[in-house]
């Protein structure tokens, strides 16, 4: 199977699934694409870190815990911006739910790009995302 056939597969199997912080939220959708279309997770290392047992850290204690005032400034210390949200770009937009950090996270699938909602995945077109980067090659530095 191939890259956008594991995605796609990924996309249908989740969504009707609703947000759910800690289970099903925009950093756990987001990382677990990344798995299904590289082979790894981007967010591994963090997406533990930003709850506290059941309950999500503050806006005070994110910036602290990840030394960024915003999500976007972030994303940009650990990823590599990528020119224009191509098909698998991490994206991020104001435009839908904001949940918890002030935007949502998802994925471009090329012309759109789906984003956790309420009730399960929403889709906007690319000129609604706000800022991208490639998950292909992350910074590892």
Request: hydrophobic share 35%; proline share 2%.
């Amino acid at each position: 199977m191939g890259q956008r056939e594991r995605l796609n597969a990924f996309l249908r199997g989740v969504k009707n699934q609703p947000f759910k912080l800690g289970q099903n939220d925009c950093l756990t959708f987001t990382n677990e694409a990344c798995r299904v279309l590289y082979g790894y997770g981007f967010a591994d290392e963090w997406k533990h870190r930003y709850m506290d047992g059941i309950r999500f850290l503050r806006q005070k204690e994110l910036k602290r815990e990840f030394r960024a005032q915003t999500l976007v400034e972030f994303l940009d210390r650990n990823l590599v911006r990528a020119e224009r949200p191509k098909y698998g770009t991490l994206v991020v937009t104001n435009k839908t739910e904001k949940w918890y950090v002030g935007g949502a996270l998802g994925i471009s699938t090329g012309s759109k790009s789906v984003f956790l909602g309420k009730s399960g995945l929403v889709s906007l077109s690319q000129d609604q995302v706000d800022a991208y980067w490639s998950l292909e090659c992350p910074n590892t530095s």
